[in-house]
């Protein structure tokens, strides 16, 4: 059996990247990206995982190297960076 979405098969998710700076300048680049509905959704998780990471590091005693997140779309335009910070 063959399912056809019809007129839905082109409502795919934009695709977004999370790209990681850190404090000595090297950026680490995300070459899989995450789909979201929107950039709202993408940067609400990229502040979720930035909580996260603030948090292991802190309770691992290490420290927090990284310095932002740079979020991107599918083509590679930066739509906001968003800070390691509490």
Do not use: W
Request: with cysteine.
């Amino acid at each position: 059996m063959v399912l056809s979405l019809g007129r839905f098969e082109s409502l795919a998710m934009p695709r977004f990247f999370f790209h990681v700076r850190y404090a000595n300048h090297a950026v680490v680049r995300d070459l899989q990206g995450i789909e979201f509905p929107d950039l709202v959704a993408a940067i609400i998780d990229a502040q979720i995982g930035i909580a996260e990471t603030i948090e292991e590091k802190e309770t691992a005693g290490e420290p927090v190297e990284m310095t932002a997140i740079e979020v991107c779309d599918e083509s590679g335009k930066l739509l906001g960076t968003i800070p390691f910070s509490r």
